[in-house]
């Protein structure tokens, strides 16, 4: 049986303050004197310990952002609200996160607007979730699915951590999307379908009674396989556009005076984008004309490329309950910080 998920602890909009000085429960990112960066959630009488000295909490509380302040040893510590690419990349996690590069990709491709009705599957630690809720703002709709309740679990608590809140927008099914989907979401009222997921193609068919016409289908995958059983199975559904994929890598630049170079390391490979559009009802897409290419296989070819045969790699029960008593845990102090505090969408 699904369990669905929607607290009663979340305000109007959840949304988190971005600017104004420093309050209790906001959470502040300390960068040392070697670039190290710490984040911290602030509390009456609590420090930051570091071996380079200690921060009183109550030292940053009243702050305005952007401000540098002093440990007991002598350095100096830059004081800044998280950005939601900072909280992604060191939030607790269950499983393996969409990168900020691919979230960015994700939400051009995907065409998520404000207001919009969004389905996620594969939930995973929640940090697609933050980004599609920034999209879709307090007017949207996210349903988000997963088919384990740890993996759930650390999502959410992420969400309310980042938020100080959960989205009263925004529900968690622990279940298969097949079978929770049409329970969820009448025929033709979805916008966008997101699948973060190992087999997309087990799901096309309740994907395409769910989304309206017109309306997008984004898979991310992970490898080429996948890429390809995904878009012949789209291609031979009948009911979408051809697929489009793609792959974005960043490779960042040194730039000090005249030294301005590639960085030795970038980000390559995480993951495909795989995009369709669904068609009308009773629509057959016009054939393309191409040129001869070897496309022609058989099933026996196509059942070769499953995860099954390839080799699928499983995050253990027990390390992701620990990672979901972490997320569940930062998010009980951002929603106690948030009562303490009488009015934390207003700066002083």
Known sequence: MA?????????????????????LGDKVQLTGPKGRM?????????????????????????????????????DEYLALRPLLTDFVMSMPRGAAIVYPKDAAQ??????IFPGATVVEA??????????????????GTLTSFERRDEFAQVARGN?????????????????????ELPNTAAPGTVDRIVLDMLAPWEC??????????GGVLLCYIATVTQLSRVAEAIRH?????????????????????LAVRPDHRMVAHTGFLLTARRLAPNTVLPS????????????????????GLLGERQSSSKRARKVARQATNQAELALGSATETEDPAEPN
Not at 106 to 111: N, R, S, T, W
């Open 3 to 23: 369990q669905h998920y929607q607290s009663a602890q979340h305000n109007q909009s959840a949304q988190r303050r971005q600017s104004g000085p420093f309050l």
């Open 38 to 74: 710490n984040t911290v959630t602030l509390e009456a009488g609590k420090t930051f310990h570091t071996h380079r000295g200690m921060i009183e909490h109550d030292n940053l509380v009243g702050l305005p952002d952007g401000s540098v302040v002093t440990s007991t040893s002598g």
């Open 106 to 111: 994700i939400l051009a491709h995907a065409d």
């Open 122 to 139: 594969g939930v995973g630690s929640g940090a697609l979730s933050l980004w599609l809720l920034r999209g879709i703002g307090p007017g």
């Open 159 to 179: 969400v309310t951590s980042f938020l100080g809140a959960e989205p009263p927008n925004w529900t968690v099914t622990v279940g298969d999307l097949v079978e």
């Open 204 to 213: 096309l068919d309740v994907c395409a009674d769910a989304l309206r016409p």
């Open 237 to 257: 559904t009948g009911m979408f556009t051809d697929p489009n994929s793609s792959e974005t890598m960043v490779r960042g630049w040194h730039v000090e005076g």
């Open 288 to 307: 393309l004309k191409r040129r001869t290419s070897k496309t022609d296989f058989s099933d026996e070819d196509v059942e070769l490329w499953t995860p």
